[in-house]
């Protein structure tokens, strides 16, 4: 029985980090280390037609001063990242087209975006790089820019890549049942464009690169703010030429990912590079205007969809066509576009399905996933159509729901499509309808129904919006976990994973604690470093807990059942007839025969004095790499109750509650810690925060004055509810939470101040919503209603 695994043990991160002694990149400082600085477009599409670097290069205090040309040949561009290509059974199955688009890692003939890199300063400090970068003098011809992404594919438009023939980078398209059919026979249909906007992930941590080269045996160390630290482990060795196993990167500290910082950057290439040539620690560390300007963007997706239903609410067919803008580069093929068809049907049993999504490059930042990864879009698109519906038929949102709710009966069930892993995309487990109702006795629907009436009469405005999703979570190829028992009867554990903000060393070693029956406080666990295993994969895409969880849980208890078998050597018993408890094994029957964990490690070492069973390895460890079958399959609801200012439209967030489904709940402290931050994202992603370029491809909110974030004084305490459904895809029942948060706050305070403003009708279809839009959304509602009375 779990004694620690379902508790809330508190936070071993925290002391650190509360007591400023954790160490991220920018803390970290090694003996003749210089620093670095990229010196970056100002235009979003023109031609280089010279760089003269010369002012720069005679500077006192510079070491480098490098272009395109000073690397050419000896590093090579990104082209796609294989993590994210797609799998043979899901590539038969849609037939994508997707095309190669190299990125140089310096602008070579050539810039595509505003904020592009061109060429690196490096000095003896940072204020002395960012002046000599001031001294390069780049002369620039200006190109068109393609900034919309419908001017994108028109056929008379400007070519961003040339080679790739249009501005369509991937395609493809997929249906299941019988749409023809299904919108002849039925009684109504709407058509609709959906909008989610570009935004950017801005964790606390900007990203930032250390690297010291040992020239003796050419190994490199690297120290990156990463999600992914075997990723760029994997493209130093293809890009820049280095033997992958004497490449040790390490991910300290990282103050938040959310999924930018899961993508390898030309940064995380060209510093290690440097070090290397001048054979002096180099570290560069990315400022807050690089960072809105720089790093990669997300979302970004407009959905032309259209539904059939009967009279009774019942969706009958679904159809979508999408637009995915990317920006000008995509190494992620259909990763996000590709998650968004996968998701986009939801809880809601929707037989007839077609989808067409388009991925499009634009003089932008390059696009990559960010908490959610296509899945906040879909939602968005989906859970408008429920209220849509529900307008349409005169019938409460939670009526429409529940009429096309998948049931609990029908699990397992079969979406008849793929999933992104190759994997038939196949609900594992859930109770759509007790979510719900649990949602609704949380928030008091009935009894809001009753005082929503009240305070209209009384000129307040305010509004209940609901949003459903799944999320497929603790995606492959796999995960590792080494355990070992140390030589002082501590535990310790190395995992593939590379936490930012996850809580690994505390959820992991409860997990641990419970199949040695040892304290948290025994168990130490490693993460980050390529140097602690062979292979691993990362933390992204709410699979922390699925896949190195699992793999913790399975290696601890091969080593557990390894240790009582020296123990039962040890004893001259047979390891059934042990227990394991605080430290020690003892025979259950004889409590007072005993040894200690300590001294099983001594005898389990190779020698004279070893008792370890003959035929098994010598050693106190045991690593196992988890690989899943395919994702699970996390659910939830948020409803949102909202006061709308009607002369303002300002929005304001009265309450905020979440039912989630995460399979079995390791540390409820930590799920309920994720969710609000998530939903914290989500809120911005709802009201706030939208990345805008103007025409000529210059960004307009690079700075937090225009670029807008929601504060704690907007965002509320979350109250949730938890269900477990275990998931039988991995030995505890684990699914995934990171992501759920962020996912459903635009839809569910869409529809909440869509109720909030009724019986005037607004439609929001386009995020965010701002004071100012939803102003002229009520203005334009208030005219119609005149209109009608005239």
Known sequence: MAKYVGQNVKRKEDYRLLTGTGQFVADIKLAGMVEATFVRSTHAHAIIKSIDTSGAKAMEGVYAVITAEDIEGEVEPFTVFTEFTIPEALEKSIQPIIKTCPEYLLAKDRVFYMGQPIAIVVAEDRYTAEDVADLIKIEYEPLPVVTDPYQAIEEDTIIIHPDLGNNVQAHFQLSTGDCKEAFAKADHMIKARIKTPRVSGNPLETRGVLATYEPRHGEMQVWSSTQVPFMVRKYLSLLVG???NNIRVIAPEVGGGFGPKCSVYPEEMLIPYLSMKLKKPVRWIEDRLEHLQSTRHSRDQVHDVEVAFSGDGTILGLKDRFLQDNGAFNSFALCCAYNSAAHLRGIFKILNYEILGQVVLTNKTPNVPYR?????EVVFVMDRIIDMIAEKLQMDPVEVMIKNMIQPEEMPYDQNMYYRDGAELIYDSGDYPAGLKKALEIVGYEEFRKQQ?????????IGIGISSYIEGTGIGPH????VRLDSTGHIIAHVGSSPHGQSHETTLSQICADEF??????????????????????TFASRGAVTAGSAVQIASERLREKLLAIAGEMLEVAPADLEMNDGKVYHRELPERFVTLKEIALAARPGPRSKVPKGMEPGAEVSHYFVPPTVTFSSGFHIALVEVDKSTGFVDILRYIVVHDCGKVLNPMIVDGQIQGGVAQGIGGALYEEIVYNESGQLLTGTYMD????????????EMGHQESLSKRNPMGIKGVGEGGAISPP????????????????????????????????????????????
């Open 242 to 244: 280095l033997i992958e």
């Open 372 to 376: 959610g990864a296509g899945r906040p």
């Open 453 to 461: 009436a009240e305070m209209k009469q009384q000129g307040k405005y």
């Open 479 to 482: 995960e590792g976990a080494m």
């Open 517 to 538: 029956n040892v304290n948290p406080e025994q168990v130490t666990v490693k993460a980050g470093d390529t140097g602690l295993l062979q292979y691993g994969t990362g």
């Open 707 to 718: 670029y807008l974030l929601p504060t704690s004084m907007e965002i509320p305490v979350v």
């Open 747 to 790: 839809a569910a305070i869409a529809n909440a101040v869509i109720d909030a403003m009724r019986p005037l009708t607004i439609c929001i279809n386009d995020l965010p919503i701002s004071p100012y839009r939803l102003r002229q959304l009520i203005l334009e509602a208030e005219k119609n209603e005149d209109k009608l009375v005239v």
